[in-house]
Protein backbone atom coordinates (compact mmCIF):
# COMPACT_ATOMS: atom_id res chain seq x y z
CA UNK A 1 0.00 0.00 0.00
CA UNK A 2 2.58 2.24 1.09
CA UNK A 3 4.87 1.40 -2.11
CA UNK A 4 1.91 2.14 -4.31
CA UNK A 5 1.28 5.22 -3.24
CA UNK A 6 4.51 6.76 -2.82
CA UNK A 7 4.86 5.35 -6.90
CA UNK A 8 1.50 7.08 -7.67
CA UNK A 9 2.70 10.67 -5.71
CA UNK A 10 5.94 10.73 -7.97
CA UNK A 11 3.80 9.59 -10.43
CA UNK A 12 1.92 12.91 -9.55
CA UNK A 13 4.85 15.03 -9.15
CA UNK A 14 5.98 14.17 -12.46
CA UNK A 15 2.97 15.15 -13.97
CA UNK A 16 2.42 18.51 -12.15
CA UNK A 17 5.78 19.16 -13.55
CA UNK A 18 4.89 18.39 -17.00
CA UNK A 19 1.54 20.30 -16.32
CA UNK A 20 3.11 23.33 -15.39
CA UNK A 21 5.92 23.27 -18.23
CA UNK A 22 2.90 22.65 -21.07
CA UNK A 23 1.33 25.69 -19.21
CA UNK A 24 4.36 27.77 -19.44
CA UNK A 25 4.97 27.44 -22.63
CA UNK A 26 1.74 28.47 -23.94
CA UNK A 27 2.52 32.22 -23.67
CA UNK A 28 5.39 31.23 -26.61
CA UNK A 29 2.41 29.71 -28.97
CA UNK A 30 1.30 33.49 -29.36
CA UNK A 31 2.39 34.37 -32.69
CA UNK A 32 5.04 37.22 -31.72
CA UNK A 33 6.66 39.19 -29.18
CA UNK A 34 5.43 38.10 -26.20
CA UNK A 35 5.22 41.35 -24.32
CA UNK A 36 3.62 43.18 -27.12
CA UNK A 37 0.76 40.22 -27.92
CA UNK A 38 0.18 40.66 -24.26
CA UNK A 39 0.04 44.20 -23.67
CA UNK A 40 -0.78 45.71 -26.93
CA UNK A 41 2.07 48.21 -28.69
CA UNK A 42 0.91 50.88 -26.88
CA UNK A 43 2.24 49.43 -23.61
CA UNK A 44 4.21 51.98 -21.01
CA UNK A 45 7.39 51.15 -19.94
CA UNK A 46 5.99 50.42 -16.62
CA UNK A 47 3.87 48.06 -17.75
CA UNK A 48 6.72 46.03 -19.82
CA UNK A 49 8.84 45.96 -16.69
CA UNK A 50 6.29 44.40 -14.02
CA UNK A 51 5.31 41.60 -17.27
CA UNK A 52 9.32 41.20 -17.41
CA UNK A 53 9.85 40.34 -13.70
CA UNK A 54 6.65 38.19 -14.12
CA UNK A 55 7.86 36.17 -16.90
CA UNK A 56 11.72 36.76 -16.78
CA UNK A 57 11.35 37.29 -20.38
CA UNK A 58 14.61 39.13 -20.94
CA UNK A 59 16.04 35.54 -19.73
CA UNK A 60 17.01 32.15 -21.26
CA UNK A 61 14.03 30.15 -21.77
CA UNK A 62 14.62 27.59 -18.64
CA UNK A 63 15.24 30.53 -16.27
CA UNK A 64 11.99 32.16 -17.65
CA UNK A 65 10.07 28.80 -16.13
CA UNK A 66 11.90 28.67 -13.22
CA UNK A 67 11.30 32.74 -12.57
CA UNK A 68 7.38 31.87 -13.60
CA UNK A 69 7.05 28.93 -11.73
CA UNK A 70 8.77 30.27 -8.55
CA UNK A 71 6.00 33.16 -8.42
CA UNK A 72 3.56 30.82 -8.69
CA UNK A 73 4.66 28.35 -6.13
CA UNK A 74 4.53 31.78 -4.44
CA UNK A 75 0.47 32.36 -5.17
CA UNK A 76 1.51 35.24 -7.67
CA UNK A 77 0.21 34.27 -10.94
CA UNK A 78 0.63 37.79 -12.28
CA UNK A 79 -1.55 41.07 -12.54
CA UNK A 80 -4.15 40.77 -15.66
CA UNK A 81 -3.13 43.71 -17.80
CA UNK A 82 -6.56 44.22 -19.15
CA UNK A 83 -8.51 44.40 -15.72
CA UNK A 84 -5.87 45.56 -13.39
CA UNK A 85 -6.54 42.69 -10.76
CA UNK A 86 -4.36 39.99 -9.91
CA UNK A 87 -5.16 36.53 -11.52
CA UNK A 88 -5.18 34.23 -8.44
CA UNK A 89 -7.98 36.61 -7.06
CA UNK A 90 -9.85 36.18 -9.91
CA UNK A 91 -9.33 32.39 -10.23
CA UNK A 92 -9.90 32.42 -6.14
CA UNK A 93 -13.32 34.48 -7.12
CA UNK A 94 -15.02 31.73 -9.60
CA UNK A 95 -13.71 28.51 -8.50
CA UNK A 96 -16.44 28.07 -5.94
CA UNK A 97 -19.03 28.57 -8.36
CA UNK A 98 -17.67 25.90 -10.80
CA UNK A 99 -17.14 23.51 -7.20
CA UNK A 100 -20.79 23.93 -6.48
CA UNK A 101 -22.31 23.41 -9.91
CA UNK A 102 -20.24 20.32 -9.76
CA UNK A 103 -21.25 18.86 -6.52
CA UNK A 104 -24.94 19.76 -7.20
CA UNK A 105 -24.71 17.80 -10.56
CA UNK A 106 -22.99 14.44 -8.78
CA UNK A 107 -25.33 14.51 -6.17
CA UNK A 108 -27.89 14.50 -8.68
CA UNK A 109 -26.21 11.93 -10.61
CA UNK A 110 -26.18 9.16 -7.78
CA UNK A 111 -29.53 9.66 -6.69
CA UNK A 112 -30.65 8.75 -10.13
CA UNK A 113 -27.86 6.19 -11.30
CA UNK A 114 -27.40 4.17 -8.49
CA UNK A 115 -31.24 2.93 -7.91
CA UNK A 116 -31.52 2.43 -11.62
CA UNK A 117 -28.56 0.84 -12.49
CA UNK A 118 -29.80 -1.73 -9.59
CA UNK A 119 -33.13 -1.30 -10.79
CA UNK A 120 -31.85 -2.74 -14.16
CA UNK A 121 -29.51 -5.11 -13.13
CA UNK A 122 -32.15 -7.27 -11.36
CA UNK A 123 -33.45 -8.83 -14.47
CA UNK A 124 -30.97 -7.78 -17.43
CA UNK A 125 -32.61 -7.43 -20.34
CA UNK A 126 -36.00 -7.12 -18.75
CA UNK A 127 -38.30 -4.51 -20.28
CA UNK A 128 -36.87 -1.72 -17.93
CA UNK A 129 -33.02 -2.77 -18.51
CA UNK A 130 -34.17 -2.14 -22.23
CA UNK A 131 -36.01 1.15 -21.80
CA UNK A 132 -32.89 2.47 -19.80
CA UNK A 133 -30.70 1.08 -21.94
CA UNK A 134 -31.47 2.40 -25.01
CA UNK A 135 -32.39 5.67 -23.33
CA UNK A 136 -28.81 5.98 -21.49
CA UNK A 137 -27.23 5.21 -25.12
CA UNK A 138 -29.14 8.09 -27.21
CA UNK A 139 -28.31 10.33 -24.22
CA UNK A 140 -24.57 9.23 -23.99
CA UNK A 141 -24.85 11.31 -27.87
CA UNK A 142 -26.15 14.41 -26.80
CA UNK A 143 -23.46 16.54 -25.61
CA UNK A 144 -23.66 19.31 -23.12
CA UNK A 145 -24.42 22.12 -24.98
CA UNK A 146 -27.07 20.85 -26.59
CA UNK A 147 -28.55 19.83 -23.69
CA UNK A 148 -28.39 23.29 -22.17
CA UNK A 149 -29.51 25.48 -24.69
CA UNK A 150 -32.89 22.98 -25.06
CA UNK A 151 -33.16 23.26 -21.35
CA UNK A 152 -32.78 26.77 -21.91
CA UNK A 153 -35.24 26.80 -24.90
CA UNK A 154 -38.32 25.17 -22.56
CA UNK A 155 -37.29 26.04 -18.79
CA UNK A 156 -36.50 29.65 -18.97
CA UNK A 157 -38.06 30.95 -22.31
CA UNK A 158 -41.04 28.82 -22.76
CA UNK A 159 -42.08 28.01 -19.20
CA UNK A 160 -40.53 31.47 -18.02
CA UNK A 161 -39.20 30.19 -14.80
CA UNK A 162 -37.55 32.79 -13.05
CA UNK A 163 -33.42 33.20 -12.61
CA UNK A 164 -32.97 30.20 -15.00
CA UNK A 165 -32.06 31.88 -18.51
CA UNK A 166 -29.10 33.92 -19.54
CA UNK A 167 -27.43 36.44 -17.39
CA UNK A 168 -29.50 35.80 -14.40
CA UNK A 169 -26.97 34.65 -11.81
CA UNK A 170 -27.63 35.47 -8.27
CA UNK A 171 -24.79 35.04 -5.78
CA UNK A 172 -25.00 32.53 -3.00
CA UNK A 173 -24.79 35.29 -0.06
CA UNK A 174 -27.57 37.52 -1.81
CA UNK A 175 -30.07 34.87 -2.05
CA UNK A 176 -29.62 31.17 -1.19
CA UNK A 177 -32.09 30.02 -3.36
CA UNK A 178 -32.32 32.36 -5.98
CA UNK A 179 -28.59 30.70 -6.11
CA UNK A 180 -30.10 27.15 -6.14
CA UNK A 181 -32.50 28.39 -9.09
CA UNK A 182 -29.70 29.58 -11.41
CA UNK A 183 -27.83 26.70 -11.14
CA UNK A 184 -30.33 24.25 -11.63
CA UNK A 185 -30.17 23.75 -15.18
CA UNK A 186 -26.96 24.28 -14.90
CA UNK A 187 -26.73 21.13 -12.58
CA UNK A 188 -29.43 18.96 -14.38
CA UNK A 189 -26.56 19.30 -17.41
CA UNK A 190 -23.93 18.15 -15.89
CA UNK A 191 -25.81 15.48 -13.76
CA UNK A 192 -26.93 14.02 -17.54
CA UNK A 193 -23.68 13.51 -18.61
CA UNK A 194 -22.74 11.87 -15.25
CA UNK A 195 -25.95 10.04 -14.95
CA UNK A 196 -25.30 8.05 -18.08
CA UNK A 197 -21.96 6.86 -17.55
CA UNK A 198 -22.52 6.08 -13.91
CA UNK A 199 -25.46 4.32 -14.56
CA UNK A 200 -24.04 1.77 -17.52
CA UNK A 201 -20.68 1.47 -15.17
CA UNK A 202 -22.58 -0.10 -12.78
CA UNK A 203 -25.43 -1.28 -14.16
CA UNK A 204 -22.90 -3.78 -16.23
CA UNK A 205 -20.31 -3.95 -13.15
CA UNK A 206 -23.80 -5.24 -10.75
CA UNK A 207 -24.78 -7.82 -13.32
CA UNK A 208 -21.15 -9.24 -13.42
CA UNK A 209 -21.15 -9.28 -9.59
CA UNK A 210 -24.56 -10.95 -9.25
CA UNK A 211 -23.20 -13.79 -10.97
CA UNK A 212 -20.12 -14.33 -8.03
CA UNK A 213 -20.68 -17.52 -5.82
CA UNK A 214 -20.95 -15.19 -2.35
CA UNK A 215 -24.03 -14.03 -4.04
CA UNK A 216 -25.33 -17.15 -5.04
CA UNK A 217 -23.91 -18.37 -1.22
CA UNK A 218 -25.81 -15.27 0.53
CA UNK A 219 -29.47 -16.41 -1.72
CA UNK A 220 -29.16 -19.66 -0.27
CA UNK A 221 -29.06 -18.50 3.00
CA UNK A 222 -31.98 -16.63 2.38
CA UNK A 223 -31.03 -13.40 2.84
CA UNK A 224 -33.22 -10.60 1.19
CA UNK A 225 -33.03 -9.57 -2.37
CA UNK A 226 -32.76 -5.92 -1.08
CA UNK A 227 -30.23 -6.51 1.35
CA UNK A 228 -27.94 -8.43 -0.85
CA UNK A 229 -27.81 -5.78 -3.04
CA UNK A 230 -26.56 -3.38 -1.06
CA UNK A 231 -24.47 -5.40 1.04
CA UNK A 232 -23.30 -7.89 -1.32
CA UNK A 233 -23.40 -6.49 -4.54
CA UNK A 234 -23.09 -2.70 -4.71
CA UNK A 235 -19.58 -2.88 -1.89
CA UNK A 236 -17.37 -4.12 -4.99
CA UNK A 237 -19.05 -2.49 -7.21
CA UNK A 238 -18.88 0.45 -6.04
CA UNK A 239 -14.81 0.24 -6.86
CA UNK A 240 -15.78 0.94 -10.49
CA UNK A 241 -18.58 3.40 -10.16
CA UNK A 242 -15.64 5.63 -7.79
CA UNK A 243 -13.35 4.57 -10.61
CA UNK A 244 -15.81 6.56 -13.55
CA UNK A 245 -16.30 9.47 -10.97
CA UNK A 246 -12.81 9.95 -11.03
CA UNK A 247 -12.24 10.39 -14.75
CA UNK A 248 -15.37 12.18 -15.17
CA UNK A 249 -14.12 15.19 -13.19
CA UNK A 250 -12.47 16.79 -16.27
CA UNK A 251 -15.70 15.65 -18.53
CA UNK A 252 -17.60 17.96 -15.91
CA UNK A 253 -15.02 20.86 -15.71
CA UNK A 254 -15.30 21.51 -19.53
CA UNK A 255 -19.33 20.84 -19.39
CA UNK A 256 -19.30 23.25 -16.40
CA UNK A 257 -17.51 25.83 -18.99
CA UNK A 258 -20.12 25.47 -21.65
CA UNK A 259 -22.78 25.96 -19.53
CA UNK A 260 -21.38 29.23 -18.01
CA UNK A 261 -20.46 30.32 -21.10
CA UNK A 262 -24.33 30.47 -22.75
CA UNK A 263 -25.78 31.20 -19.17
CA UNK A 264 -22.90 34.12 -17.99
CA UNK A 265 -22.59 32.05 -14.79
CA UNK A 266 -18.77 33.80 -13.52
CA UNK A 267 -17.40 30.89 -12.87
CA UNK A 268 -13.98 29.72 -14.32
CA UNK A 269 -15.78 28.73 -17.29
CA UNK A 270 -17.17 32.40 -18.06
CA UNK A 271 -13.99 33.97 -17.17
CA UNK A 272 -11.76 31.44 -19.11
CA UNK A 273 -13.80 32.34 -22.60
CA UNK A 274 -14.21 35.93 -21.55
CA UNK A 275 -10.24 36.44 -20.90
CA UNK A 276 -9.60 34.41 -24.36
CA UNK A 277 -11.94 36.71 -26.01
CA UNK A 278 -10.25 39.97 -24.87
CA UNK A 279 -6.63 38.48 -25.37
CA UNK A 280 -6.21 38.38 -21.13
CA UNK A 281 -3.14 35.49 -21.77
CA UNK A 282 -1.84 35.82 -18.15
CA UNK A 283 -5.38 34.57 -16.79
CA UNK A 284 -5.87 32.09 -19.50
CA UNK A 285 -2.42 30.53 -18.59
CA UNK A 286 -3.33 30.83 -14.78
CA UNK A 287 -6.52 29.00 -15.06
CA UNK A 288 -5.70 26.35 -17.32
CA UNK A 289 -3.02 25.87 -14.75
CA UNK A 290 -5.08 25.72 -11.78
CA UNK A 291 -7.73 23.40 -13.49
CA UNK A 292 -5.38 20.79 -14.83
CA UNK A 293 -3.39 20.34 -11.60
CA UNK A 294 -6.58 20.54 -9.95
CA UNK A 295 -8.11 17.77 -11.91
CA UNK A 296 -4.73 15.59 -11.99
CA UNK A 297 -4.91 15.72 -7.96
CA UNK A 298 -8.30 15.12 -7.29
CA UNK A 299 -7.12 11.82 -9.36
CA UNK A 300 -5.05 11.35 -7.49
CA UNK A 301 -7.38 11.51 -4.26
CA UNK A 302 -9.73 9.36 -6.09
CA UNK A 303 -7.21 6.39 -6.47
CA UNK A 304 -6.23 6.67 -2.96
CA UNK A 305 -9.70 6.27 -1.46
CA UNK A 306 -10.43 3.83 -4.35
CA UNK A 307 -8.09 1.85 -2.66
CA UNK A 308 -8.79 2.04 0.48
CA UNK A 309 -12.10 0.73 -0.69
CA UNK A 310 -10.46 -2.11 -2.25
CA UNK A 311 -6.91 -3.11 -1.12
CA UNK A 312 -6.42 -5.27 -3.44
CA UNK A 313 -6.20 -3.14 -6.50
CA UNK A 314 -2.57 -1.95 -4.78
CA UNK A 315 -1.54 -5.67 -4.18
CA UNK A 316 -1.69 -6.95 -7.86
CA UNK B 1 -13.53 -7.06 -19.20
CA UNK B 2 -15.10 -5.51 -16.40
CA UNK B 3 -12.75 -6.62 -13.59
CA UNK B 4 -10.43 -3.81 -14.94
CA UNK B 5 -11.83 -0.65 -13.61
CA UNK B 6 -8.89 1.39 -15.43
CA UNK B 7 -10.54 0.41 -19.11
CA UNK B 8 -13.69 3.05 -18.16
CA UNK B 9 -10.52 5.50 -18.10
CA UNK B 10 -10.38 5.34 -21.64
CA UNK B 11 -11.79 8.87 -22.08
CA UNK B 12 -11.51 11.12 -19.99
CA UNK B 13 -13.94 14.46 -20.63
CA UNK B 14 -15.65 12.48 -22.36
CA UNK B 15 -17.41 9.00 -20.92
CA UNK B 16 -18.20 7.99 -24.31
CA UNK B 17 -15.91 5.27 -24.23
CA UNK B 18 -17.41 3.73 -21.26
CA UNK B 19 -19.75 1.58 -23.06
CA UNK B 20 -19.33 -1.32 -21.35
CA UNK B 21 -22.19 -3.64 -22.04
CA UNK B 22 -22.15 -6.94 -19.79
CA UNK B 23 -20.47 -9.75 -20.77
CA UNK B 24 -23.56 -12.07 -21.12
CA UNK B 25 -25.74 -10.31 -24.00
CA UNK B 26 -22.78 -10.46 -25.86
CA UNK B 27 -22.76 -14.31 -26.05
CA UNK B 28 -25.66 -14.63 -27.79
CA UNK B 29 -25.89 -11.40 -29.87
CA UNK B 30 -22.64 -12.98 -32.38
CA UNK B 31 -24.74 -14.81 -34.22
CA UNK B 32 -27.37 -12.24 -35.41
CA UNK B 33 -27.63 -10.27 -38.13
CA UNK B 34 -26.66 -6.45 -37.82
CA UNK B 35 -30.29 -5.45 -37.96
CA UNK B 36 -32.39 -2.63 -39.78
CA UNK B 37 -31.39 -0.41 -37.12
CA UNK B 38 -27.64 -0.88 -37.77
CA UNK B 39 -28.26 -0.52 -41.63
CA UNK B 40 -30.33 2.77 -41.32
CA UNK B 41 -27.58 4.04 -39.55
CA UNK B 42 -24.79 3.42 -42.03
CA UNK B 43 -27.28 4.97 -43.97
CA UNK B 44 -27.60 8.07 -42.33
CA UNK B 45 -24.11 8.17 -42.20
CA UNK B 46 -24.15 7.86 -45.83
CA UNK B 47 -25.84 10.66 -46.92
CA UNK B 48 -24.49 12.96 -43.83
CA UNK B 49 -20.53 12.25 -45.66
CA UNK B 50 -22.08 12.37 -49.35
CA UNK B 51 -23.86 16.29 -48.54
CA UNK B 52 -20.77 17.11 -47.02
CA UNK B 53 -18.73 16.19 -49.98
CA UNK B 54 -21.13 16.77 -52.42
CA UNK B 55 -22.30 20.26 -51.07
CA UNK B 56 -21.31 22.58 -53.88
CA UNK B 57 -22.89 20.44 -56.59
CA UNK B 58 -26.36 19.93 -54.84
CA UNK B 59 -28.85 22.60 -55.62
CA UNK B 60 -28.74 24.19 -52.52
CA UNK B 61 -29.09 28.13 -51.28
CA UNK B 62 -26.34 29.58 -50.24
CA UNK B 63 -25.37 29.20 -47.15
CA UNK B 64 -23.77 32.42 -46.80
CA UNK B 65 -26.28 34.65 -48.57
CA UNK B 66 -28.23 37.47 -46.31
CA UNK B 67 -31.36 37.65 -47.35
CA UNK B 68 -32.53 40.77 -45.56
CA UNK B 69 -36.03 40.71 -46.08
CA UNK B 70 -36.53 37.25 -44.47
CA UNK B 71 -35.28 37.30 -41.25
CA UNK B 72 -36.11 34.51 -38.98
CA UNK B 73 -38.52 32.99 -41.20
CA UNK B 74 -39.83 29.91 -39.68
CA UNK B 75 -39.37 26.29 -41.43
CA UNK B 76 -41.55 26.35 -44.94
CA UNK B 77 -41.68 25.95 -48.72
CA UNK B 78 -39.05 28.28 -49.93
CA UNK B 79 -36.88 27.84 -46.97
CA UNK B 80 -37.34 24.38 -45.52
CA UNK B 81 -35.40 24.86 -42.20
CA UNK B 82 -36.53 28.67 -42.40
CA UNK B 83 -33.96 31.21 -42.12
CA UNK B 84 -31.55 32.55 -39.15
CA UNK B 85 -31.35 35.67 -37.78
CA UNK B 86 -29.38 37.67 -40.93
CA UNK B 87 -31.93 36.01 -43.54
CA UNK B 88 -29.40 33.27 -43.91
CA UNK B 89 -30.99 29.56 -45.13
CA UNK B 90 -30.48 27.18 -42.09
CA UNK B 91 -31.31 24.09 -44.32
CA UNK B 92 -27.93 24.93 -46.46
CA UNK B 93 -25.95 25.83 -43.55
CA UNK B 94 -26.80 22.71 -41.65
CA UNK B 95 -25.61 20.69 -44.40
CA UNK B 96 -22.82 23.05 -45.38
CA UNK B 97 -22.03 22.69 -41.58
CA UNK B 98 -21.66 18.83 -41.51
CA UNK B 99 -18.15 19.47 -43.88
CA UNK B 100 -16.57 20.55 -40.71
CA UNK B 101 -18.17 17.43 -38.81
CA UNK B 102 -16.90 15.33 -41.01
CA UNK B 103 -13.52 16.74 -41.62
CA UNK B 104 -12.35 16.84 -37.88
CA UNK B 105 -13.83 13.48 -37.76
CA UNK B 106 -11.73 11.76 -40.25
CA UNK B 107 -9.06 14.04 -39.95
CA UNK B 108 -8.19 14.03 -36.44
CA UNK B 109 -8.92 9.99 -36.27
CA UNK B 110 -6.06 9.76 -39.21
CA UNK B 111 -3.63 11.75 -37.28
CA UNK B 112 -4.80 10.01 -33.87
CA UNK B 113 -4.52 6.16 -35.41
CA UNK B 114 -1.53 6.68 -37.81
CA UNK B 115 0.02 7.33 -34.08
CA UNK B 116 -1.40 6.16 -31.74
CA UNK B 117 -2.19 2.95 -33.62
CA UNK B 118 1.27 1.37 -34.31
CA UNK B 119 3.21 2.69 -31.25
CA UNK B 120 0.02 0.85 -29.51
CA UNK B 121 0.65 -2.32 -31.25
CA UNK B 122 4.68 -2.13 -30.97
CA UNK B 123 4.43 -1.34 -27.46
CA UNK B 124 1.85 -4.54 -26.68
CA UNK B 125 4.04 -6.70 -29.06
CA UNK B 126 7.41 -5.69 -27.75
CA UNK B 127 6.80 -5.41 -24.48
CA UNK B 128 9.89 -4.68 -21.55
CA UNK B 129 11.32 -1.28 -21.78
CA UNK B 130 9.43 0.39 -24.96
CA UNK B 131 6.41 -0.97 -23.58
CA UNK B 132 6.56 0.64 -20.30
CA UNK B 133 8.29 3.86 -21.47
CA UNK B 134 5.02 4.51 -24.02
CA UNK B 135 2.55 3.57 -21.66
CA UNK B 136 3.61 5.85 -19.06
CA UNK B 137 4.08 9.07 -21.35
CA UNK B 138 0.53 8.19 -22.66
CA UNK B 139 -0.94 7.81 -18.92
CA UNK B 140 0.83 11.00 -18.06
CA UNK B 141 -1.15 12.81 -21.11
CA UNK B 142 -4.31 11.13 -20.49
CA UNK B 143 -4.50 12.39 -17.07
CA UNK B 144 -5.16 15.71 -18.88
CA UNK B 145 -8.31 16.70 -19.96
CA UNK B 146 -8.39 16.61 -23.65
CA UNK B 147 -10.93 19.41 -24.13
CA UNK B 148 -8.85 21.88 -21.38
CA UNK B 149 -5.51 21.30 -23.02
CA UNK B 150 -7.54 22.14 -26.55
CA UNK B 151 -9.14 24.70 -25.63
CA UNK B 152 -5.58 26.23 -23.92
CA UNK B 153 -3.63 25.24 -26.99
CA UNK B 154 -6.41 26.80 -29.77
CA UNK B 155 -7.00 29.80 -27.06
CA UNK B 156 -3.06 31.06 -27.47
CA UNK B 157 -2.42 29.56 -31.02
CA UNK B 158 -3.72 32.11 -33.52
CA UNK B 159 -5.40 32.53 -35.59
CA UNK B 160 -7.54 29.60 -35.58
CA UNK B 161 -8.30 27.32 -38.74
CA UNK B 162 -9.89 24.09 -39.36
CA UNK B 163 -6.54 22.58 -40.22
CA UNK B 164 -5.13 23.75 -36.65
CA UNK B 165 -8.08 22.35 -35.29
CA UNK B 166 -7.73 18.88 -36.51
CA UNK B 167 -4.00 18.88 -35.79
CA UNK B 168 -4.82 19.95 -32.22
CA UNK B 169 -7.86 17.55 -31.94
CA UNK B 170 -6.08 14.60 -33.63
CA UNK B 171 -3.17 14.59 -31.45
CA UNK B 172 -5.43 14.55 -28.29
CA UNK B 173 -6.45 11.75 -29.56
CA UNK B 174 -3.61 9.77 -29.94
CA UNK B 175 -3.14 8.51 -26.66
CA UNK B 176 -6.88 7.18 -26.33
CA UNK B 177 -5.89 5.68 -29.16
CA UNK B 178 -3.30 4.09 -27.94
CA UNK B 179 -4.11 2.76 -24.73
CA UNK B 180 -7.40 0.89 -26.76
CA UNK B 181 -4.86 -0.86 -29.29
CA UNK B 182 -2.31 -1.59 -26.82
CA UNK B 183 -5.26 -3.29 -24.66
CA UNK B 184 -6.45 -5.40 -27.98
CA UNK B 185 -3.51 -6.37 -29.21
CA UNK B 186 -1.86 -7.53 -25.45
CA UNK B 187 -5.02 -9.81 -25.64
CA UNK B 188 -3.99 -11.09 -29.19
CA UNK B 189 -0.64 -11.23 -28.93
CA UNK B 190 -0.57 -13.91 -25.90
CA UNK B 191 -2.51 -16.42 -28.38
CA UNK B 192 -0.84 -19.56 -29.48
CA UNK B 193 -1.12 -19.06 -33.20
CA UNK B 194 1.38 -15.98 -32.75
CA UNK B 195 3.46 -17.91 -30.61
CA UNK B 196 3.16 -20.70 -33.47
CA UNK B 197 4.68 -17.86 -35.76
CA UNK B 198 7.55 -16.40 -33.97
CA UNK B 199 8.33 -20.44 -33.58
CA UNK B 200 7.95 -20.86 -36.98
CA UNK B 201 10.68 -17.72 -37.32
CA UNK B 202 8.17 -15.69 -38.74
CA UNK B 203 9.61 -12.08 -38.73
CA UNK B 204 8.78 -9.39 -36.47
CA UNK B 205 7.13 -7.46 -38.96
CA UNK B 206 4.73 -10.25 -40.51
CA UNK B 207 3.58 -11.42 -36.98
CA UNK B 208 2.24 -7.58 -36.74
CA UNK B 209 1.16 -7.04 -40.09
CA UNK B 210 -0.69 -10.43 -40.60
CA UNK B 211 -1.45 -12.44 -37.53
CA UNK B 212 -2.09 -9.37 -35.02
CA UNK B 213 -3.67 -6.36 -37.50
CA UNK B 214 -6.15 -8.78 -38.93
CA UNK B 215 -7.25 -9.90 -35.35
CA UNK B 216 -7.42 -6.53 -33.42
CA UNK B 217 -8.94 -4.68 -36.90
CA UNK B 218 -12.55 -5.31 -35.68
CA UNK B 219 -12.00 -3.65 -32.45
CA UNK B 220 -9.96 -1.12 -33.98
CA UNK B 221 -13.13 -0.13 -36.25
CA UNK B 222 -15.51 -0.10 -33.88
CA UNK B 223 -13.20 2.67 -31.21
CA UNK B 224 -12.42 4.50 -34.76
CA UNK B 225 -16.41 5.49 -35.47
CA UNK B 226 -16.71 6.12 -31.57
CA UNK B 227 -13.75 8.15 -31.67
CA UNK B 228 -14.87 9.99 -34.63
CA UNK B 229 -18.14 10.47 -32.73
CA UNK B 230 -16.21 11.77 -29.62
CA UNK B 231 -13.94 14.14 -31.69
CA UNK B 232 -16.87 15.70 -33.71
CA UNK B 233 -18.51 16.00 -29.73
CA UNK B 234 -15.30 17.74 -28.81
CA UNK B 235 -15.43 19.97 -32.20
CA UNK B 236 -18.65 21.15 -31.52
CA UNK B 237 -18.23 22.33 -28.32
CA UNK B 238 -15.10 24.22 -29.32
CA UNK B 239 -17.33 25.93 -31.47
CA UNK B 240 -19.73 26.63 -29.41
CA UNK B 241 -17.32 28.36 -27.28
CA UNK B 242 -16.66 30.50 -30.22
CA UNK B 243 -12.52 28.59 -30.31
CA UNK B 244 -13.56 26.76 -33.84
CA UNK B 245 -13.18 27.23 -37.35
CA UNK B 246 -14.46 31.16 -37.90
CA UNK B 247 -17.73 32.52 -38.72
CA UNK B 248 -19.41 33.03 -41.48
CA UNK B 249 -18.54 29.59 -42.09
CA UNK B 250 -21.13 26.85 -40.83
CA UNK B 251 -20.47 24.54 -38.92
CA UNK B 252 -23.16 22.56 -36.23
CA UNK B 253 -21.37 23.88 -33.16
CA UNK B 254 -20.96 27.30 -34.50
CA UNK B 255 -24.83 27.43 -35.72
CA UNK B 256 -25.84 26.50 -31.90
CA UNK B 257 -23.20 29.16 -30.44
CA UNK B 258 -25.12 31.75 -32.67
CA UNK B 259 -28.63 31.01 -32.19
CA UNK B 260 -27.45 31.83 -28.36
CA UNK B 261 -28.87 35.33 -29.17
CA UNK B 262 -32.03 34.92 -30.82
CA UNK B 263 -33.47 31.68 -28.17
CA UNK B 264 -36.15 33.52 -28.36
CA UNK B 265 -37.24 34.69 -31.04
CA UNK B 266 -36.05 31.96 -33.59
CA UNK B 267 -35.70 27.90 -31.41
CA UNK B 268 -35.60 26.78 -34.93
CA UNK B 269 -31.99 27.58 -34.82
CA UNK B 270 -31.02 25.84 -32.77
CA UNK B 271 -33.48 22.91 -33.23
CA UNK B 272 -32.16 21.88 -36.53
CA UNK B 273 -27.88 22.06 -36.47
CA UNK B 274 -28.91 19.74 -32.82
CA UNK B 275 -30.86 17.44 -34.65
CA UNK B 276 -28.39 16.75 -37.15
CA UNK B 277 -25.30 16.87 -34.78
CA UNK B 278 -26.97 14.59 -32.10
CA UNK B 279 -28.65 11.96 -34.96
CA UNK B 280 -24.63 12.00 -36.27
CA UNK B 281 -23.51 11.11 -33.29
CA UNK B 282 -25.91 8.76 -32.17
CA UNK B 283 -25.40 6.75 -35.59
CA UNK B 284 -21.62 6.82 -35.25
CA UNK B 285 -21.90 5.25 -31.71
CA UNK B 286 -24.46 2.98 -32.47
CA UNK B 287 -22.83 1.20 -35.38
CA UNK B 288 -19.45 0.85 -33.62
CA UNK B 289 -21.37 -0.28 -30.54
CA UNK B 290 -23.53 -3.00 -32.66
CA UNK B 291 -19.58 -3.76 -34.69
CA UNK B 292 -18.13 -3.98 -31.31
CA UNK B 293 -20.64 -6.52 -29.75
CA UNK B 294 -20.54 -8.29 -32.95
CA UNK B 295 -17.25 -9.08 -33.39
CA UNK B 296 -16.35 -9.35 -29.96
CA UNK B 297 -14.46 -12.65 -30.34
CA UNK B 298 -12.93 -13.20 -26.60
CA UNK B 299 -12.59 -16.06 -24.06
CA UNK B 300 -14.11 -13.33 -21.49
CA UNK B 301 -17.65 -14.26 -22.04
CA UNK B 302 -16.46 -18.46 -22.22
Known amino acids: MLKYVT ?15 GSFYLIHLLPGDPAVVILGTGASPAAKAALFAQLGLDKPIYLQYFTWIGNVVRGNMGTSFISQSSVAGTIRAALPIDLEIIVLSQILAFIFAIPMAMRSARKPDGVIDRILGASSFTLLSVPPFIIIVLLVLIVSIKLGIPHTGPSSYVTLASDPVGNLESLALPAITLATGSFVVYYRVLRSDLIATLQEEFITMARSKGISQRRIMWRHAFRPSSVALLGAASVNIGGLLASGFVVQYLLAIPGLGYTLISAINMSDFLLVQGIVLTVSVGVVVINFLFDFIINIVDPRISRE | MNDDPSLAGELPGQGLFLIQEATHVEAHERSEPLGVLFW ?3 GWIVLNVLGAIFANALPLKSALF ?41 GAMIIGFGIGAPLGMLAAYKRGRFDSIFTTIMYVLLAFPAIIATIAVLSFWTPRALLKIIIVIGLASVPLVYRVIRTATLNVATKDYVIAAKVQGATDRRILIKELLPNIAPIGVSFLLIGIATVITLEGALAFLGLSVNPPTPSWGNMINESRTVLAQNPWLVIFPSAALCLFLLCLNFIGDRLRTHYDVTEVKL
Do not use: E, K, M
Not at chain 2, 83 to 106: E, N, P
Open chain 2, 40 to 42: TCV
Open chain 1, 7 to 21: RRLALLIGIVFIISV
Open chain 2, 66 to 106: QDYNNINVGPGWHHLFGTDDLGRDIFSRVVFGSRVSVAVGV
